[in-house]
């Protein structure tokens, strides 16, 4: 079965530590979500793992050989059509262009781009039909492992629903592995097989959360649930800077300990 390995490793910008001993395993079929506070890291691994920057250390073994990405700024090609920029992904295949250009066209409509929009250039569309050219563009190619820095932050709740589908049919059809960068707990809760959680300075894991409930049986209640409980672990909460839980015996210590005035 085909995966990717990272052993030990760690990357410095210049004398910055910025990822510390970072380990990690992923298999065909899984999808892995990595969440952190912002700069911690994470479009720096993932930026390794696409093999655009070495790492200063550390080992990876990648056994996938269709990778492809979806970064976090869309990085279209300017002088080409929407249509034109997801076609691009097919290049390699031995489809003749027609062919390619539909492919490309289905993949768009299902995004929720219309024919009007995969006709125009880059510039001429917004952030979010970006995102989503740059996705259908990564997907085209039926990647083996697909790499996806916040795909969906740009989108409204309905277009991701329909987007969250379309990637469990990646996954479950064709065995995609994806690895997924999102700063949404509750996206990551609801797609993915193991969430593994970031802190800052050096980037290093400090959580990992296995879910093993089948993707089938993740009902809003159960990822409401899960996404809370997540919240409340303290890797989460001071990762992500967030207040304390308020209990109901602190707030009896906190008004005991009121000073009169
Ligand atoms: N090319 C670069 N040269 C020097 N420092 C960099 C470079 N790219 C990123 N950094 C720094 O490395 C750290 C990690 O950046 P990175 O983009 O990987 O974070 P991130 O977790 O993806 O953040 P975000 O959630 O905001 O996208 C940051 O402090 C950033 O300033
Ligand atoms: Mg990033």
């Known amino acids: 079965m085909s995966h990717l390995r990272i052993q030990n490793l760690s990357h410095r910008y210049g004398l910055t530590e910025v ?25 720096t691994l993932l930026h390794i793992v696409a093999g655009l920057l070495i790492a200063s250390d550390g080992k990876i073994n990648m056994t996938f050989d269709r990778v492809s ?5 869309p990085r279209l090609m300017p002088w080409k059509s929407a249509l034109d920029n997801i076609a691009l992904g097919l290049k390699a295949s031995r489809l003749s262009r027609s062919q390619r250009r539909h492919e490309a066209a289905q993949l768009g409509h299902r995004m929720g781009l219309s ?6 250039y880059p510039h001429e569309l917004s952030g979010g039909m970006q995102s989503r050219v740059s996705l259908a563009r990564a997907l085209a190619i039926r990647p083996d492992l697909l790499l996806l820095d916040e795909p969906f932050s740009a989108l409204d709740i309905g277009l991701k629903t329909e987007l969250y589908q379309l990637l469990s049919e990646q996954t479950v059809h064709n065995k995609t592995a994806v ?8 996206e990551a809760v609801r797609l993915s097989d193991r969430i593994m959680v970031m802190a800052a300075e050096p980037g290093r894991f400090v959580h990992e959360l296995v879910l093993q409930t089948p993707h089938e049986e993740r009902d809003n209640a159960w990822i409401y649930q899960t996404t809370g409980e997540l919240m409340m672990t303290d890797a989460v ?16 210590t906190a008004s005991h300990d009121r000073s009169p005035s």
């Open 69 to 73: 990405c979806a970064f976090q700024e």
């Open 19 to 43: 990822l510390e001993q970072i380990n990690l395993d992923l298999s065909a079929g899984q999808t892995l979500a990595l969440v952190g506070p912002s700069g911690c890291g994470k479009s």
């Open 115 to 120: 024919t009007e929009d995969l006709d125009k």
């Open 179 to 186: 690895f997924l960068i999102t700063h949404d707990l509750m």
């Open 237 to 252: 909460r001071i990762g992500f800077e967030l207040p304390a839980p308020i209990t109901s015996a602190r707030t009896s």
